[in-house]
């Protein structure tokens, strides 16, 4: 059938960490650490993290810290900033770290609007839309649903359906983008949507699921046809 309607991750999606200021934010604790290792850190870690055991018994906000020790770690590092990692959170909880869009998003979803109706589902923190709209981006969709408004996180399928609901949009008719397997695919799904993987650096080549390198790639497609 037809896709009419996509819905799309935030984090890990359309935005990512911030991680200029992170590295400032070590830095200023005596842990100097490049951003790029940063980033290849992380990408690394959302992979490893994405295991059905750790989405069963964790929330979004317990995952948090135990990601960002996970991604120094990674990135070469042997103490533990702790300091940082409180300034880090506190800038999150206001303003959302996940801050930097990538330079082919705002392209990649003015071609995609042009072909469906677009909304977000995000697991956040309350600030998804202030900080979508901050970046220039909220204005692109129909709603944003933010996991702590709703007091509902994926994978439970019922924070699809919020989204449906408001958009008045039918689940077999609507996919859902996004960077998580155990979260994002297998919510969508749950949901009955259909689900699309982004997947940049092939890690999830073994997953039953459709997969997109990039948004970039996804606008490419003439159609959906999942």
Do not use: Q
Not at 145 to 153: F, G, L, Y
Request: charged fraction near 25%.
């Amino acid at each position: 059938m037809p896709i009419s309607t996509l819905l799309l991750d935030a984090g890990g999606t359309l935005v990512f960490p911030n991680f200029r200021r992170i590295a400032d934010e070590f830095a200023r604790d005596g842990a100097p650490v490049d951003p790029d290792a940063l980033a290849r850190a992380e990408a690394r870690v959302r992979f490893d993290i994405d295991r059905p055991e750790i989405v069963a018994v964790t929330d979004d906000a317990a995952r948090w810290k135990r990601f960002m020790e996970s991604v120094a770690r990674a990135a070469g590092l042997a103490r533990m900033p702790e300091a940082a990692f409180a300034r880090l959170k506190a800038y999150h909880d206001t303003h959302n770290l996940w801050e930097h869009v990538p330079p082919d998003v705002p392209a990649a979803l003015s071609a995609l609007s042009r072909r469906y109706r677009l909304g977000v589902v995000s697991n956040a923190n309350g600030t998804v839309r202030a900080k979508l709209a901050r970046l220039g981006l909220a204005e692109r969709f129909e709603t944003i649903v933010d996991s702590h408004e709703e007091h509902i996180e994926k994978p439970d399928p019922r924070l699809f359906h919020v989204a449906l609901r408001r958009m008045s949009a039918r689940a077999e008719e609507t996919a859902y983008v996004g960077d998580l397997y155990h979260i994002d695919v297998a919510g969508a799904r749950a949901a009955g949507l259909h689900p699309i993987l982004l997947d940049p650096h092939g890690f999830h080549a073994d997953k039953p699921c459709a997969r997109v390198a990039s948004l970039a790639d996804l606008a490419n497609y003439s159609s959906l046809n999942l």
